[in-house]
Each structure stands twice: as C-alpha cells, then as structure tokens.
C-alpha cells in the first residue's frame, strides 16, 4: 500500500515562529502537493513539486514556501507564521501515467494551530 | 484555468436509499481524470472513484457510481444503499495535462437511520 506520512498530526505554533511541515512518500512518486483545508473552501492548493528541486506555486502560496531535496520528502514551510494560517495542512503524492497525474494519495493531515 | 463546483454544501439520505452528489467542472483539455473522494471524521481522504475522460463507459466501484456527462463537463457520484459509514465530506477532484489536482468545495452528506 501507498503511505503518505505526515510527521505531526496536532501543531501548536506562536506567530511570528518559523514552523515546519513535513511529509514523506514511500511509492516512489513523481508529485506530491501540500493542500490546505478550511471549512467551506474545500482543498485550496499551495504548492506542487513535480521533481526533485521543482516545484510550481499554487492558488494561495503567499506566506508559504517549500522544499523538495529527495524524492520521496516534500516540506511546507511557514516563514512567520500567523494567525490566519490555522488550518488544516494536507500532503499528497501521485505518480504520473499517459502524461497525466493518477489520483492522489493523501496523508492523515497536520491541524495546526497559530497562537 | 481549471474550475471545479460542488453546488450542494450539505445533504441527508436515509440509510438503503440512493443519493447523488454533483460535481461540473471547466477545462478546455480533451483528456484528464476526474476523481470523488471521501474524508470521514477520521480526516484521512479515500480514492472512491476514478474516471478517464476518453472512456465514455462509466466508471463503478461496488455501490458508487457515475455519471460522466463529457460534453455538459458533468461528473455527479452515485451512491446506492447508503450505509452510517458513508457519512463524510465527499469531493470532486480533476488533474488535466498540467500536473495540477484542483478540488472542489465538498459536500457533506449524512446518513440517517
């Protein structure tokens, strides 16, 4: 099976920290994507990396960065965070068949918490 | 850019029934996948269906089905005999040529004794 582990699930952070989020793969997939998730916005996406060292902005990347050294790592990072970043953080990978991305496999989430 | 709606926020269903959940979508590609996916209370998000926009048979997964209306760019989910545990946050997802996977904004369906 396909793991996607996300290495907190609950974080507590005060603003203006520096926090991050990691994830690794085990499927040695192309993709991986960092979502956000709020109630009544759905999955919003940040950032994708579609290879090691590239990645590509999303719908709402302001105030995130990340960083893809290995393959199977993808990590979000919150250079300062603030309060209206609390949400919840989704990881997920894919693979790519006939030039397309497959479907997604997804972590078990991070709900973070920006005091 | 590609768009995904989910125009139905919330909906019941009464357990054995059948209940259908919408999804429209734009894209000006000819081939993509669209994807329902399921998040119980758990938060961990469940592939339920997957469909290849050049098949035109349906796609079916036991008691979930669809109905993929290409040229309306229409994907609603079917699901028949409604259990408790299909109680979740269900949502719509499309990835074309670009490496993108955008999402809708979910519906939450209850099912109820």
């Known amino acids: 099976d396909v793991k996607v582990t996300q290495s907190s699930r609950y974080l507590v952070k005060r603003t203006g920290e520096k926090v991050f989020l990691e994830c690794v793969q085990d499927?040695?997939?192309?993709?991986m994507f960092w979502y956000r998730q709020d109630p009544g916005l759905g999955l919003r996406l940040i950032y994708f990396s579609y290879d090691v060292k590239m990645k590509e902005k999303g719908d709402i990347p302001e105030g995130y960065s990340v960083s893809r050294e290995k393959k199977e790592r993808f990590s979000l990072i919150l250079e300062s965070a603030s309060t209206n970043q609390t949400s919840m953080y989704l990881c997920a990978s894919s693979t790519i068949r006939r030039g397309m991305n497959t479907e997604a496999f997804f972590g078990q989430g991070t709900r973070l918490t920006v005091v | 850019a590609q768009t995904v709606t989910q125009s139905q926020p919330e909906m019941s269903v009464q357990e054995a029934e059948t209940v259908t959940l919408s999804c429209t979508y734009d894209t000006s590609e000819n081939n993509y996948y669209l994807f329902w996916y399921k998040q119980p209370p758990s938060r961990q998000m469940i592939l339920v269906i997957r469909q290849e926009a050049y098949k035109q048979q349906n796609a079916t997964e036991n008691r979930f089905s669809v109905n993929f209306q290409k040229a309306a760019k229409s994907f609603s989910l079917k699901i028949s005999d409604s259990q408790l545990g299909d109680t979740a946050m269900y949502f719509c997802?499309?990835?074309?040529?670009?490496?993108?996977?955008?999402f809708g904004t979910g519906t939450q369906l209850k099912v109820e004794l």
């Open positions: 499927m040695d997939h192309e993709n």
């Open positions: 997802a499309f990835t074309g040529g670009g490496n993108k996977l955008t």
